[in-house]
């Protein structure tokens, strides 16, 4: 069974400091990793997904996640924050054939001015 | 929102009567899903389709019923609306060299009373 864990609700950051928001995850096999933002009243966009190959991916936006298969982790990261990054940001797991993935309970990013 | 429409964008009901939401694609895309968002859980899967005419039951699909009559249109209706199905409802479609990235609609505000 896939599962997947983001342990924080929110995430603080002061504008121009990297970010950081955590997830974990559980799946049998290979697993395909997500990362989705959402802007308030709006639908899910997609950001970057980690399928194979290089362990760290970019994304939109300037935003990267590091792969880290001994940890079980997709952790989000951006080098200098911005406060139009601030939105809910969902980690989100699948895995070959399932056609389906397992998404997060989702972290709310806050950058302050 | 790679060209995925839902309606309603908003509505109002009451407790017992029935409701239908649309989502429409226009990539031709093989699978489409139903999620609802809710505070704290984030997006749960109710249910999803395959292909016209196949659909499949996701983690919270009780009190929901699907139809696919045709590849474009998704149709999810709630029988009979309860207060518990207040939400917001997304559609997504699968795409990528894999089958993997899902991309979803702007959401379908719900409120049941």
């Known amino acids: 069974a896939q599962s997947v864990a983001q342990p924080e609700d929110q995430v603080n950051v002061a504008e121009g400091n990297p970010l950081t928001v955590k997830c974990t995850y559980s799946?049998?096999?290979?697993?395909?990793l997500f990362w989705y933002v959402q802007y308030p009243n709006r639908g899910l966009q997609f950001l970057l997904k980690?399928?194979?190959?290089?362990?760290l991916v970019k994304g939109s936006y300037g935003f990267e996640a590091e792969f880290n298969k001994s940890q079980t982790s997709f952790h989000l990261k951006k080098p200098s924050a911005l406060v139009s990054d601030s939105a809910l940001y969902f980690c989100?797991?699948?895995?070959?054939?399932?056609?389906?993935?397992?998404f997060g309970t989702g972290t709310r990013l806050k950058v302050l001015a | 929102d790679a060209g995925i429409t839902q309606s309603p964008r908003h509505k109002v009901t009451e407790t017992g009567t029935p409701v239908t939401l649309r989502c429409h694609q226009t990539?031709?895309?093989?699978?489409m899903y139903w999620y609802r968002q809710d505070p704290g859980h984030g997006l749960r899967l109710i249910h999803y389709?395959?292909?016209?005419?196949?659909?499949d039951k996701g983690e919270v699909s009780d009190g929901y019923s699907v139809s696919r009559s045709k590849t474009e249109d998704f149709l999810l209706t709630l029988e009979s609306a309860t207060s518990s199905q207040t939400s917001v409802y997304f559609c997504?479609?699968?795409?990528?060299?894999?089958?993997?990235?899902?991309?979803f609609g702007p959401g379908t505000r719900l409120l049941v009373l």
């Open positions: 989100a797991v699948g895995a070959s054939g399932t056609y389906k993935s397992i």
């Open positions: 799946v049998s096999g290979n697993p395909y």
């Open positions: 980690y399928i194979t190959g290089d362990n």
């Open positions: 990539e031709n895309h093989r699978y």
């Open positions: 389709s395959y292909g016209v005419k196949d659909t």
């Open positions: 997504a479609t699968l795409t990528g060299p894999f089958g993997e990235t899902q991309y």
